[in-house]
């Protein structure tokens, strides 16, 4: 009885709620075409490209698709002593095809990257061929071995036997300074050439110390404009709106001007006798230049949010505070304080982000102790054309950056950006 | 901000050391732009205040780096300039179309996944710019687009859209949903509602994300240094290297130009946040 009362229909005779499922799916497909192009755009052109990165960073096929034959026969072989004549007679084959195409060099430096001292037996063994003194007839394993005294040494097969599969970590290990060992164990790269490792420190201790910069700078004067009366607050938020639409570069380059040694602030410093004229410091090319820079640059990206939370305090809360007994300190540390929190960590998890990314302006202002992890990347696009390697480093970087913006969702919501 | 005449003497003079503090910090803020301008009319060639500019001579200003910026031989800025202006103008557009849509189906609430999708969109504003760059760099040169206005304006609309979604998205927010309604019952088709009721009511939203985009494909360097070649060349990639080579006033010329377009779109910017909230009928 329950089911033919409750069952309404609409006009067109199909029950209500089925016609409710149908519109609502409807609906869903309509906003979800609205987003589709640029979701759509956006995949190909630019996750999908960053998804590539990844392979780029560990594809190692070149010397597994140079040496087939040579592979194909170490897979019998155990690695512990020099290998059989089987592998000689591979690699021979395999080195005879690259010499015909004229590629044996990018095996020899490949090679060579594994361990040093290949580049010059490659290239003499290409000489032996070249002059058909291989005779295949004959072992292959012995004559091979005659070329060069490290051909007997099991460590350089052992080295080849390593670059044998298509993938490889090596370039993620070389962003932390370590390697492969020749036992095929992870170990460290010597004390004084770790330099990637005081790199990603360096950048996170700018990053952080420019966001704490920030919060100390910012927090006033957010109260500031929060707390003066509009006509005055609106004049006083053009000092922070227009350096927020000015030219990167343009700011960059004032503060080239500022800091340089015959620069304002030397001046200035000088006028007031805090340094001596012919003893002006650097204060541009290392790290101070790119603290003040970003600073500077990143400060409206922190006072920004905290204004439009500190907006919407009531200043009666102050005054109940105060009129409880507080002192003003009291009152702005229990009542004040904790209502902002949600603004502090807005702004100081968007400056950290920016912060930990940056490129112009340290590598105007950074010199060589000022430089971040991103100069590096971009050297080793534009001049080592290591291409998988500042990949494995962009990612590395882009694993840190994408858990901050995780929890930046988390707590803030990425639909609560504020843009002036 | 005068205080009450009962205030103790240690308040007092926090308050005055609070009020040091920030003007200092304001002073920090503003004052770098400032520099610029005086030195670009330097008529010597160096960066730094010259003695005759110290004591106001007026011998020791100039036109002459902006003539240089204008009529120089080998002058790069025309160029680069009318570059600039073509790929933003053209990123522009492609991100206030792409982002309008896409904040248009973000604010409906029969919108699935709505946070995550979200987050993907917003991304490339969150990713550090090598790295897009070094991504963008990787696509564009697979399909043959990299060293053309086509690449880079592509690489500016997926850096702009952020932008516009975020801004059209919060003007959405406070849209109301029955004037929609209201006329689609009056008989109007949903594309004669958005054009005449949507999106005169979302414009100002529209346009101020459509100023942030411009700025972004404007003022970008990273991205543009990966993918341009000789012909592309743009401001900021001319800035840059002229701040890393030879640095001369002429780049301080520009700078004050740049400054001075900045000027003039922070006030758009600010006017059109001031109609869109009256719009909306926010009273402040």
Not at chain 1, 115 to 144: A, C, P, V, W, Y
Not at chain 2, 46 to 62: N, T
Not at chain 2, 224 to 240: D, H, K, R, S, Y
Request: charged content about 15%.
């Amino acid at each position: 009885m329950s089911s033919e009362t409750k069952q309404i229909l609409t006009t067109d005779g199909i029950p209500l709620e089925v016609s409710l499922k149908k519109a609502e799916k409807k609906n869903k497909i309509k906003a979800f075409l609205l987003v589709a192009p640029l979701l759509f755009f956006l995949f190909i052109t630019y996750v999908f490209p960053i998804g590539e990165m990844f392979t780029r960073s560990v594809d190692d096929k070149m010397i597994t698709n140079m040496l087939p034959k040579t592979f194909k026969a170490m897979e019998k072989w155990d690695g512990k002593e020099l290998p059989p004549e089987e592998v000689f007679a591979g690699f021979y084959l395999d080195y005879k095809v690259l010499i015909e195409n004229q590629t044996q060099g990018k095996l020899g430096q490949r090679l060579n990257k594994e361990k040093n001292g290949f580049n010059s037996i490659t290239k003499k063994l290409m000489r032996q061929i070249k002059r058909n003194k291989i005779d295949e007839s004959q072992s292959i394993k012995e004559q091979i071995m005659k070329v060069h005294k490290r051909w007997r040494n099991v460590e350089y097969w052992q080295a080849i036997k390593r670059t044998a599969p298509p993938y490889t970590m090596a370039k993620y290990l070389k962003g932390m300074d370590m390697y492969y060992a020749a036992d095929g164990s992870i170990a460290q790269v010597d004390e004084d050439r770790r330099i990637h490792r005081i790199l990603w420190l360096r950048t996170l201790e700018i990053a952080l110390f420019v966001t704490i910069f920030c919060f100390l700078m910012g927090y006033p004067i957010a109260h500031l404009l929060a707390t003066l009366p509009m006509k005055y607050s609106n004049l006083l938020m053009i000092c922070v709106l227009l350096p927020f639409w000015t030219s990167l570069l343009v700011r960059t380059a004032s503060w080239m001007i500022l800091l340089q040694q015959q620069g304002v602030v030397n001046d200035f410093f000088v006028m007031i006798g805090l340094v001596a004229d012919d003893n002006r410091p650097e204060m541009m090319y290392n790290k101070v230049g790119t603290y003040v820079a970003m600073t500077q640059i990143l400060l409206p990206f922190m006072v920004l949010p905290l204004y439009s939370v500190m907006k919407t305090i009531s200043p009666s809360l102050m005054r109940a505070g105060k009129s409880l007994g507080g002192t003003p300190f009291v009152a702005f540390w229990k009542v004040y304080f904790p209502l902002t929190i949600p603004g502090i960590g807005a702004g100081c998890l968007l400056v950290f982000i920016l912060a930990i990314g940056y490129y112009i302006t340290p590598a105007l202002v950074g010199g060589a102790s000022g430089t971040l992890i991103s100069n590096q990347i971009a050297y080793h696009m534009k001049t080592t054309l290591d291409w998988s390697f500042a990949s494995a480093m962009g990612l590395m970087l882009l694993s840190g950056v994408l858990v901050i913006y995780w929890i930046y969702n988390k707590l803030v919501g990425v639909d609560n950006i504020k843009l002036g | 901000m005068a205080l009450p005449s009962y205030t103790e003497t240690r308040y007092r003079i926090w308050h005055y050391f609070y009020i040091a503090i920030c003007t200092f910090v304001f002073f920090f803020l503003i004052a770098p732009l400032f520099v610029i301008f005086p030195l670009s009319f330097n008529a010597e060639e160096f960066l730094v205040f010259s003695e005759g500019m110290k004591r106001l001579d007026p011998d020791a200003f100039s036109f002459r780096w902006y003539h240089e910026m204008v009529y120089g031989t080998k002058n790069p800025w025309g160029l680069a300039a009318k570059n600039s202006f073509i790929i933003a103008i053209f990123a522009t557009i492609g991100s206030i179309i792409l982002g309008t849509l896409a904040a248009l189906g973000l604010s409906s609430r029969h919108m699935p996944y709505k946070g995550m999708i979200m987050a993907i969109l917003i991304s490339p504003m969150i990713v550090p710019l090598i790295i897009s760059g070094v991504a963008i760099f990787f696509f564009m040169a697979k399909v043959g687009l990299a060293a053309t206005h086509t690449g880079i304006v592509l690489a500016h609309i997926i850096l702009g859209t952020p932008f516009v979604v975020i801004t059209v998205t919060a003007t959405l927010s406070g849209f109301d949903h029955s004037v929609t309604r209201a006329a689609a019952s009056l008989g109007s088709n949903p594309v004669n509602t958005f054009m005449k009721i949507t999106l005169p009511l979302i414009l100002p939203g529209v346009i101020s994300g459509g100023l942030f985009a411009f700025v972004t494909s404007f003022d970008e360097v990273v991205v543009v240094l990966f993918l341009a070649g000789l012909e592309n060349t743009t401001i900021p990639v001319q800035m840059w290297t002229g701040l890393r080579e030879q640095l001369s006033p002429t780049i301080l010329a520009v700078a004050t130009c740049l400054i001075l377009l900045s000027t003039l779109i922070l006030i758009s910017a600010e006017l059109l946040r001031r109609r869109s909230e009256r719009l909306r009928g926010i009273n402040r």
